[in-house]
């Protein structure tokens, strides 16, 4: 495994021969998938890196950041030894905060794969690949076109984002909040649910909260009423709510994280408590009850 500690002679050599063989690299906003030794290395490879938001492993795998960077960085230790799995939710973090045109480099073992078997990112031009000690440094740079994450980070600068913790002070003050849970009735069997919380179908979500259609839940009553959405990680949720907005919604957020923060920050959950899935016209079609 590569270990960049001090700058030594030795150190000094190995960096000044892949600067050599590296195309240039300026970047004034740098987020770093890393510990202190690889800031270091991007400190030493890249020119202009007076930006560097590094992020530990506790959070590498959920993380949500409100922007995005010029350079995405991922040293050595974030990869090794882990499982394909966890490698592809590191890679998927990475990826959603790389600017158009943006630079990606991976410092991985030389026997791994770079990004994680089985990913794929069509958008990722390979720049090359460069020999470091038992370990090689990978460049790539993010086309132009508009990626899903890109349609994440638009939504996102049209609606409000809330914690865990900061939901369940508003659901504590009973201010009005209604969470309206988009998952599958499944995935809230399985995992649960926030008590009080309303279940909307992401599939129905904008039918059910339109009044301009049929389908009325009988959650909506006004275009300002507080709104959170809900979904697994906090991803879908952002680009229901941002719907919601363009509906006309004026206070709509959604939760970071989604269920799984939640559920991991220790806070209350329940089981789910209805026999129907959306609202009781629809399931009467179905055959079921109205309860």
Known sequence: MLVVRGFGEQRQSILGALT????????SSVLLFGDADDRLLVEALVRGADQVTRVGTDEDITLQLERRFGLVFVGPRVLA????GRRRAVMHAALQ????DGMLIVVHLTAQPVLAEQF?????????SYPLPDATLTLFRRGARTTVHDLL????????RVSAGQLHERLQAVDGTVVLD???????????????????????VEWHLDPANGYLHPAMRSFDQPLVLVCNGGYSSSLAAANLVRLGFSNVADLIGGHIAWAAAGLPVTRSDHSHLDT????????????
Not at 190 to 197: D, Q, T
């Open 81 to 84: 030894d882990r499982d394909d």
């Open 20 to 27: 050599d063989q590296l195309p240039d690299v300026e970047c």
């Open 97 to 100: 905060h790389i600017d158009r």
């Open 120 to 128: 794929r990112s069509d958008d990722l031009v390979h720049l090359g």
């Open 280 to 291: 009781p016209s629809f399931d009467r079609l179905d055959g079921g009850d109205e309860s």
């Open 153 to 160: 980070f638009e939504a996102r600068a049209t609606i409000s």
């Open 182 to 204: 988009t998952r599958t009735a499944t995935d809230r069997e399985r995992f649960g649910v926030i008590p009080g919380s309303v279940h909307v179908p992401r599939t129905v």
